[in-house]
C-alpha cells in the first residue's frame, strides 16, 4: 500500500510569486485535505476535496485554491504569496469506511516566502 | 466545532504508561474523538479514535467518559520514540454520505519520553 506523497519537500518563493504543491493521495482513497501548519501551531484546515470537487473550506482568502484529479491526486496553488503564507503544508487522503473515515497525512512541503 | 483542552506538555518516563487527558465538554452526540500526533517536522499520524466506547489498537488505547466530555489516551510502554506532540481532535461532518470531514487542530500536548 503506497502512502500519502507530497511534492516538492522544500521550496523558496519570494513575495507575490505563485506556488502550486502537489500530493499523491494513498491508494484507494478518493477524499484529499489540505492543512497549512505555521511555526509552533497545529496544522489549520484549507479545504477538502472529494470527488474532484471542493467540500469544504477553512477560513483562507480565495487566493488558496486546488484542484483535484480523477486518479485522487490534488494541488494546491497560492497566488500572491504574502510572508505570512511561510508554513508546513500537509496533504492527507482518506476514503470511506464503515467508521472513522480515518485521514493519512503526507510529509508536508516546507514553503519559505522572503 | 467542538473545543478540545489539552496540558502543553507532559514528561514520562520510558517504559512507563503515558496518559494524555483531553476536555471535550462540548462535544456533541454523533461527534467522534480522534488522536493524531506529529512527530518532529513529519505529518501528524493516525493513532486511534472512538465515539463512546473505549478503544484499544496496536499503538494505544482510548478511554473515553461515560459522559464523552473527557477522554484519555494511553500508550502502555513508552518508548523514546514516542516523543511527538500529541493531538486530541473532535471530527466535524461536512455533508453526511460524502466521506468527509474537517480536523480542527490545537496546540497539542507535547509528550518527552525521558530515558
Known amino acids: 500500500e503506497t502512502g500519502v506523497t507530497q511534492s516538492p519537500t522544500h521550496l523558496i518563493k519570494t513575495r507575490g510569486q505563485q506556488v502550486t504543491l502537489r500530493c499523491s493521495s494513498q491508494s484507494g482513497h478518493n477524499t484529499v485535505s489540505w492543512y497549512q501548519q505555521a511555526l509552533g501551531q497545529g496544522p489549520q484546515f484549507i479545504f477538502q476535496y472529494y470527488r474532484e470537487e471542493e467540500n469544504g473550506r477553512g477560513n483562507f482568502p480565495p487566493r488558496f485554491s486546488g484542484l483535484q484529479f480523477p486518479n485522487y491526486s490534488s494541488e494546491l496553488n497560492v497566488n500572491a504569496l504574502e510572508l505570512d503564507d511561510s508554513a508546513l503544508y500537509l496533504c492527507?487522503?482518506?476514503?470511506?469506511?464503515?467508521?472513522?473515515?480515518?485521514?493519512?497525512f503526507g510529509p508536508g512541503t516546507r514553503l519559505t516566502v522572503t | 466545532d467542538a473545543k478540545t483542552t489539552q496540558p502543553p506538555s507532559m514528561d514520562c518516563a520510558e517504559g512507563r504508561a503515558a496518559n494524555l487527558p483531553c476536555n471535550h465538554s462540548t462535544i456533541s452526540g454523533n461527534e467522534y474523538v480522534y488522536w493524531y500526533r506529529q512527530i518532529h517536522s513529519q505529518g501528524p499520524q493516525y493513532i486511534i479514535h472512538?465515539?463512546?466506547n473505549n478503544e484499544t489498537n496496536e499503538m494505544a488505547s482510548l478511554i473515553i467518559t461515560e459522559d464523552r466530555k473527557s477522554s484519555t489516551l494511553i500508550l502502555p510502554h513508552a518508548t523514546l520514540r514516542d516523543t511527538a506532540v500529541y493531538y486530541c481532535?473532535?471530527?466535524?461532518?461536512?455533508?453526511?454520505?460524502?466521506?468527509?470531514?474537517?480536523?480542527?487542530f490545537g496546540k497539542g500536548t507535547k509528550l518527552s519520553v525521558i530515558p
Open positions: 472512538g465515539l463512546k
Open positions: 492527507a487522503s482518506s476514503g470511506t469506511s464503515g467508521r472513522g473515515y480515518e485521514q493519512y
Open positions: 481532535i473532535v471530527r466535524v461532518f461536512y455533508h453526511s454520505g460524502a466521506g468527509s470531514y474537517q480536523l480542527t
